[in-house]
């Protein structure tokens, strides 16, 4: 019996660690003792620092920002059936493209550094044709080999406003009021989907399952 | 002979190492160079006796107090309310907001008002849009209204009880909840931080525990 009761006492931390969701360990820890699921620093043993700095921040959105963003204009989603009016990524998607364009290396923060990056651009360890190829994280598949491409036309759309008057003209989304999603300053953004601490278990870091395509259809209505 | 020499000095500095705490640290104004606080390590900031009493929660307090009005910390997606600094952070920011001396303090022989902090890692000024915001309550319904927030009143801080009775000051977030001004974990003088500095990232020992792994800032953020 008290074999037992361990047992389950065991399986049941177990369960906890397992069911433990948190940007530790994630894909996005970065730190030399995260596990290095996409990549782990060789000197830095710090998870936030990649992204916030608690002092002499760049900017603040997202809070306490430590990247420079990339200032480029991306060439943008465009479809005849699309209503609503695509725009050039804002702080809040752009800070997500200082990693996922492809053109600025992970380790690139601001405040804290010592040195000069060491780390490869992200574009350069994923290039399309690698084993991550066009699904891979680089979305906007620029890399060494291939610059200056910025391309965002093959992607969901972001950073267009979406709101009720959007909503009504194409007939086909719901109605925003009450989205169970956020939006940001009334706009879609990459972080309305992902949740970027990984504080949930869902795959891709979405915010909610997409089983059975119910992300997709929380806005589609198909 | 040379190495003898090096031993010599490795010894000199091992001797140093039993020095811990604020001795040989940044805040540790005796000495030579500039030697503000002449043989005294506590008068810049503290006094035995008519100790400035203007600011709540300052313990014997004798530096001049900064009298500016600061710009606060504020985004779209803050629950805290971050007032002007008060209590501890305002005794940090009476050297670090750059508009007082760092020797300017009660009973200065050096005769005070001369060394103004410039150093940019040091300097936090009084904009403090761009830094963590302190001087708000950190409770219980502030980290319910969060919901990414630990309840400070029931998770451990890791220093031996909750992260209110560790880690706060009358409630409120201040500066010396991350940093303890008298870098207590420093056990090796100056080496102590130099000599762990990569050649990327420098941890700092003022930190009150260890943030590897960003674990200082995981013991709030519930992230």
Redesign the interface.
Known sequence: LRKGGLLAAMIALLGAGIGYA???NSKHDF?S??GGGIWA?S???????FCHT?????A??P??WNRNNPTQSFTLYGSPTLNATPAQPTASSRACLSCHDGSIAI?AFVV????PT?MMALGDVYYPGSPYGQGGPNIGENYSGNPNVNNLANDHPISFVYDQTLAAADGELRDPLNLPLPLFNTRLECATCHEV?A?TTFPKMLRVSNQGSALCLTCHLK | VKRSLSFGVLVLLATAVASAGIQDSHHDFRGSSPGWSEVEMCRPCHTPHKAIMTVPDSPLWNHFVTQATFNLYQTTSLNAIPGQPAGRSRLCLSCHDGTVAVDAYQGDGAGGNTYYMTNPRALVGTDLRKHHPISFTYDAALAAADGELADPTTTASGLGNTIAKDLLFMNQLECPTCHDPHVSRNTQGCMGCHFSCGTIYCPTLSLRKSNAGSAFCLTCHKK
């Not at chain 1, 608690?54 to 760049?58: K, Y």
């Not at chain 1, 804290?112 to 040195?115: I, S």
């Open positions: 948190g940007i530790r730190s003792s995260g620093s000197t830095v043993d710090q998870v936030c620092i608690p002092h002499r921040a760049v603040n959105d809070p306490l380790d804290g550094r010592l040195g060491n601490h504080t």
